[in-house]
């Protein structure tokens, strides 16, 4: 099993959700977190809780992913301070509005398009010539059951998380001749800020995605990610698909008013 404790690992969009989870799960391991979202206040007091709690060093860094230049600065930095991740987890990303594709917001597919694809190419494209130079490992994509199997109004969301999909096996083809290992971890529903972003902070409609059944918590994804990062070196866990137990595909099974 791979010992993380005082490694580095980098974790976009863990200022909420998933990425927090991951940012806690790996700091019980011992790791040392750069951290990453826009909101800042966010991933200063994440920092702080998680420096007293586990005695580890955290970075944080605030900016749009979907910003090039941004990203650039960002990486830039990390090499200033002679930080080459172990493990990367691309994370961020979101799903804007739930519609048909002839009533859907163009802002809203930019927003999906520009995070959730171009977002994880770009810190791809920056971190991965790091972790290539000692050529030692792990990326985690987040992607999603939505990159299996369209849902009905999924359309643009689906088509991030296909394209998230391809790019996985796309990566791990590209990188077969080193020795860092690639995975997708595909969650079903889980009960994160993810939908209160998606129906833009209505959280009546929010709720009702998660209601009659219990969802997957962010903390299951995270340990999913831990699984994966220990393995030993010769084994890759190129996929891992996770869906609540009320959830075996599109379909979720409700018990409601009872
Ligand atoms: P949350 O909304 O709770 O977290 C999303 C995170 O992404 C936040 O930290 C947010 O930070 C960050 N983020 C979003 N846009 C940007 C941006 N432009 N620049 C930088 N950071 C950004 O949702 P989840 O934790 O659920 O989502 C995490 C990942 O999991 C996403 O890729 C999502 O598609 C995927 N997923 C989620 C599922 C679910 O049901 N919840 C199921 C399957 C996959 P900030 O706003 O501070 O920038
Ligand atoms: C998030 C899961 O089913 O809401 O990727 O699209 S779903």
Not at 47 to 75: G, H, M, P, W
Request: aromatic share 8%.
């Amino acid at each position: 099993m791979i010992d993380l404790k005082n490694k580095w690992i980098l974790i976009t969009g863990a200022s909420s959700g998933i990425g927090m989870a991951c940012a806690e799960c790996f700091a019980a391991a011992g790791m040392n977190l750069v951290i990453t979202a826009r909101r800042e206040e966010r991933l200063t007091a994440l920092a702080e809780t998680l420096k007293t709690q586990y005695n580890i060093q955290v970075e944080t860094f605030c900016f749009d992913i979907r910003n090039a230049a941004e990203v650039e600065t960002f990486s830039m930095a990390l090499k200033e301070k002679n930080i080459i991740p172990f493990i990367l987890i691309n994370n961020a990303g979101l799903a804007a509005g739930r519609s048909k594709i002839q009533e859907g917001r163009i802002a809203d597919w930019e927003q999906m398009i520009d995070t959730n694809i171009k977002g994880l190419l770009y810190i791809t494209r920056h971190i991965l010539p790091s972790m290539i130079s000692v050529n030692q490992g792990q990326v985690i994509n987040i992607g999603s059951t939505a990159g299996h199997i369209v849902y009905p109004q999924g359309n643009v969301y689906n088509a991030t998380k296909f394209a998230v999909k391809a790019l996985n096996e796309a990566i791990n083809l590209d990188l077969v001749d080193t020795n860092i290992k690639v995975c997708s971890i595909d969650p079903g529903a889980c009960d994160t800020e993810f939908s209160l972003v998606r129906f833009k902070g209505d959280k009546e409609i929010a709720s009702k995605v998660y209601e009659g059944y219990e969802p997957l918590h962010a903390q299951d994804i995270a340990e999913a990610a831990l699984f994966v990062s220990t393995r030993p070196a010769h084994v890759n866990i190129q996929n891992i698909v996770i869906y609540p137990t009320s959830q075996r595909s599109v379909y979720v099974h409700r018990k409601l008013g009872s």
